[in-house]
Nanobody, 115 residues
Framework: QVQLVESGGGLVQAGGSLRLSCAAS????????MGWYRQPPGKQRELVATVTSGSRINYADSVKGRFTISRDNAKNTVYLQMNSLKPEDTAVYYC?????????WGQGTQVTVSS
C-alpha cells in the first residue's frame, strides 16, 4: 500500500500562484511515476502533469508554460507550482502515484481561482 498526503491549495485570484505538495509513504518503489490530476466541477478527472522517477515530465496542453512539476526522490514528494492561474483551473486536484501499472490517489485538495 502507498499513502499520499497532499498539502497546498486554497482560494486565489486570477493571475495568482499556488503550490501543491504530495508526499508518498508506505510500499513505495524507486521506479514510479508521480503526478497531478484535477476534476473541475461537473467534469471528468483529467491529467495535469506527471513526472517519472527518471525525471521524464508530461504536461497537459492547458497548463504548459504556467505550471511546473518537480519531484524530490529523496523525500518521495512531488510538487506542482501553479502560476498565472485562471478561473478555469478551478478544480479538485488529486495526487497520483503509479507503480507497476497500479494507481494510488490522494484525497484531493480544492483549488479555487476567482475572476
Amino acid at each position: 500500500q502507498v499513502q499520499l498526503v497532499e498539502s497546498g491549495g486554497g482560494l486565489v485570484q486570477a493571475g495568482g500562484s499556488l503550490r501543491l505538495s504530495c508526499a508518498a509513504s508506505g510500499s513505495i518503489s524507486s521506479l514510479s511515476r508521480m503526478g497531478w490530476y484535477r476534476q473541475p466541477p461537473g467534469k471528468q478527472r483529467e491529467l495535469v502533469a506527471t513526472v517519472t522517477s527518471g525525471s521524464r515530465i508530461n504536461y497537459a496542453d492547458s497548463v504548459k508554460g504556467r505550471f511546473t512539476i518537480s519531484r524530490d526522490n529523496a523525500k518521495n514528494t512531488v510538487y506542482l507550482q501553479m502560476n498565472s492561474l485562471k478561473p478555469e483551473d478551478t478544480a479538485v486536484y488529486y495526487c497520483n502515484y503509479r507503480m507497476n501499472a497500479y494507481d494510488y490517489w490522494g484525497q484531493g485538495t480544492q483549488v479555487t481561482v476567482s475572476s
